[in-house]
């Protein structure tokens, strides 16, 4: 019976006693009049015995008849309300049965309200997250294997460069005294290299744990962007490439942490600067939305492929062609980006063409996050 007024258990049981009662009292009735009608064919027929008096079937038998029918239909009027009853309790417990199996495809109906209907209901969900769990847990697990594999990639290429160059210095006590040098230039260099490759690798699984305490103060982002632009200019200069810095407004406060954004655009120009060699130009542009900053970092040249824009910013994603160039990142810089500017509540995109590859960011000039020690 699926009565979906039912709350409790008890009022179930209630609603079978009271639906058992109910029947009991018809099928009485139809007794009584089923005995009077065979004891007065009887009497008609001039039947007698002892359980027959004069006028009628003896009172006392009548009663015990009335008493054992009414007894057998409740108990079995009873037992066939529960015995349906019961047939959910087995869904139930066969649904728990497939759980515990490590079957967590099929849902167990919710059939009433009662306590059972939410037992069902809560295992149902449970389920849910129980696969949620399992597939982030599939996910992180993934994440983790190719992180390993990426870093051991990422890590080895100097690594094996530095073993080399030594190598063959140690090999060569003859060795001219200015080759020499130059490859424990090399070698040195490739060391610092992998150093910062460490240091990036250190910073982003700080940055993803959120383990790295903000620092947040009022800056002033407008100058900040310019200290960083004046910073790029021998990386500038080096590669002929020209600057424009568009900024409506000088005095654009915002509320964050200035290191981290610092390393958010240095990130952002690194690439510009990167990727952008062969266009001759880098624009920098800072505007006020609301209550929001915008900035935009804007090189050309080299167009992102539409296939490669939605993992950009995945973790050691390296767009093919740049992993062929001699770019020499590991492709943390963009997720790293990202990461900051959700700290900062944040977001950044990016859009690609002949027009220019433009990275936006957009950050709350007050975000309300708490300052933390
Ligand atoms: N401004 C840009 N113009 C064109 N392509 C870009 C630009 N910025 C990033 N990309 C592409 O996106 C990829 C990911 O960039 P990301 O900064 O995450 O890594 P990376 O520069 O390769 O290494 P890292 O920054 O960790 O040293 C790059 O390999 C490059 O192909
Ligand atoms: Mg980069």
Known sequence: MKAKFIKSFEERLALYIGISALI???V???????????????????????????DGINPSFRLGILLAVGILVF????YFLVQKYMRYVRIIINGMKDI??????????????????????????????????????????HTKNDLISSVAHDLRTPLTSIIGYLGWVKEQPDLDVQ??????????????????????????V????????????????SQLLAQLLDECVPSFEKYGLETEYICSDNQVMLEGDGNLLARLYDNLLNNAIKYGKDGKMIRVELEKRGDYAVTRVINYGYVIPQEDIANIFRKFYRVEQSRSQDTG????????????AELHQGTVSVKSSLQGTVFEVTL??????????
């Not at 495809?105 to 069902?120: H, L, N």
């Not at 040098?181 to 982003?204: C, S, V």
């Not at 700080?206 to 982002?221: D, Y």
């Not at 709350?364 to 020690?373: R, W």
């Open 24 to 26: 009991t009292l018809v």
């Open 28 to 54: 009485e009735v139809c007794t009584v009049f089923l005995i009077r009608l065979i004891a007065g064919k009887l009497r008609y027929m001039g039947y007698r015995s002892a359980l027959m008096s004069p």
């Open 75 to 78: 108990i079995f009027s009873f």
């Open 100 to 141: 515990a199996q490590g079957d967590f495809d099929k849902d167990i109906p919710v059939e009433s309200m009662d306590e059972f209907g939410q037992i069902a209901g809560y295992l149902n969900q449970m389920e849910e997250n129980i696969k949620v769990i399992m597939e982030r847990e599939r996910i992180a697990e």
């Open 179 to 204: 080759v020499r040098q130059k490859y424990l230039d090399i070698a040195y260099r490739k060391a610092q290299h992998l150093e910062q490759m460490t240091n990036e690798l250190f910073g982003f």
């Open 206 to 221: 700080k940055l993803e744990h959120r383990e790295m305490s903000l620092q947040m103060g009022i800056l002033n982002l």
């Open 329 to 340: 990142g590991t492709g943390l810089g963009l997720a790293i980006v990202q990461q900051i």
């Open 364 to 373: 709350p000039l007050n975000q309300g996050i708490e300052e933390q020690d």
